[in-house]
């Protein structure tokens, strides 16, 4: 099993500043990407930023600029820098890990964390 514990999240103005903070652990063969994703009421959960591995990074359209995701591999952790947060960035905000389960395919196992509250007020 994998645990993610995630860290961060809290209250802000628009124009603010937040880091969230995801580290996995448990029995983790490798990790092929680690991300979050925000659900915000009423809303259908929806990807904001993706990290591979190697590096590769994707963001959602509304956040690019604003956001950066950056990983540690040697510690399993995925962060998320978010700058010139806006009221719409309002939402519980999940963190995403990829899990491989053997050596010899690349089918994986995604685990998701608890979720951390993030709130924007104008």
């Known amino acids: 099993q994998v645990q993610l514990e995630e860290s961060g999240g809290g209250s802000v103005q628009a124009g603010g500043s937040l880091r969230l903070s995801c580290a996995a652990s448990?029995?983790?063969?490798?990790?092929?990407?680690m991300g979050w994703y925000r659900e915000a009421p009423g809303k259908q959960r929806e990807l904001v930023a993706l990290i591979t591995i190697g590096g590769s990074t994707n963001y959602a359209d509304s956040v690019e600029g604003r956001f950066t995701i950056s990983s540690n591999n040697a510690k399993n952790t995925v962060y998320l820098q978010m700058n010139s947060l806006k009221p719409e960035d309002t939402a519980v905000y999940y963190c995403?890990?990829?899990?491989?389960?053997?050596?010899?395919?690349?089918?994986?196992?995604?685990?998701w964390g608890q979720g951390t509250q993030v709130t924007v007020s104008s």
């Open positions: 448990g029995t983790i063969l490798a990790i092929n990407r």
């Open positions: 995403r890990t990829d899990v491989k389960t053997s050596t010899s395919s690349s089918a994986v196992r995604i685990y």
